[in-house]
């Protein structure tokens, strides 16, 4: 099941469902859906007023900004209304899940990549372990990986688990929804990275179009090099601006630009 991208480390308390991501805050769009609509009725009040008080050219101008505005404010609205009454938003119905007999035997800090719909060879289990223990020697961001195919999915039994906190990011890799990429960001990492950096890199690698063309597990490898990438960078505010691009082969540039922007510090990178 998919978790929320979320500021909060807690993930949904029915189950990891594909239905309930979102690669942008709901909540952060519902603030906006708020405020957006409050912004129409002062609008649309103001322009009232001017059209009532208007003796002018002056206030015929403001008229006209009025309405722009206006306008503005209600196409925002609808796209926002549709956001909301889509599709995808209304999948948000299915049963969770909460299956711990699919999580693996053995130690968890030996599993922290679990691969219950086999997108990833066994090697490639082995190497991306490897990759997030790194990772969190690195930078103490703790990066889990749960590849599944829903309802076939741990769901809620992974929270515990992995003992999800706040310097988690859950990556889930389940292609329900059409995108295959799916995270739950915890608050503090949520507050390193900005959040359309999750959005960025899902639309880059986790689209259909994308994984179906090159397969699951290397919609999977990009992203966790994206992430890799993204996380060492400097702290500041050109971090996780940009998605490290896989396929064009330029790691190597994207490498040495950001130990120029570093300073010369010894940056920890990926690669």
């Known amino acids: 099941m998919f978790p929320t991208l979320s500021s909060s480390s807690a993930l949904p308390t029915s189950s990891l469902r594909p239905d309930d991501v979102r690669q942008t805050s709901t909540k952060r769009i519902r603030r906006v ?14 322009s009232s ?4 008080l208007a003796e002018s050219k002056s206030s015929t101008k403001t008229d006209n900004e009025h309405e ?5 404010l209600t196409s925002l609205l609808l796209s926002a209304t549709i956001f909301f009454t889509s ?3 209304s999948q948000a119905r299915l049963e969770g899940v909460n299956n711990p007999k699919l999580l693996p035997d053995g130690p968890q800090s030996e599993n922290l990549v679990i691969d219950v719909a086999g997108y990833l060879t066994p090697r490639e289990v082995k190497r991306l372990q490897t990759r997030v ?13 749960l590849a ?3 309802p076939q999915t741990p769901g809620l039994a992974i929270k ?4 999800v906190d706040d310097d988690t990011v859950v990556f889930v890799a389940d292609p329900g929804l059409g995108n295959i990429l799916n995270f739950s960001i915890g608050a503090n990492v949520d507050l390193e990275v900005p959040p359309n950096f999750w959005t960025k890199l899902a639309n ?3 689209t259909k179009f994308y994984w179906a063309d090159k397969g699951e597990e290397a919609s999977i490898v990009a992203a966790v090099d994206a992430i890799e990438f993204c996380l060492n960078e400097p702290s500041g505010r050109a971090k996780c601006t940009t998605v490290l691009d896989v396929d064009k082969g330029i790691k190597e540039d994207m490498k040495r630009e950001a130990k120029t922007n570093a300073g010369g510090f010894n940056l920890k990178l990926p690669f």
């Open 68 to 72: 722009k505005l206006q306008s503005a």
């Open 148 to 150: 599944q195919a829903y």
């Open 160 to 163: 515990d688990y992995w003992g």
């Open 204 to 206: 880059k690698y986790g």
């Open 133 to 145: 223990e790194n990772l969190q020697r690195d930078t103490g961001v703790k990066l889990r990986i």
């Open 49 to 52: 007023s001017s059209v009532v």
């Open 87 to 89: 599709p995808l938003a």
């Open 33 to 46: 859906f708020k405020t957006t609509k409050a912004l129409l009725s002062k609008s649309a009040f103001s």
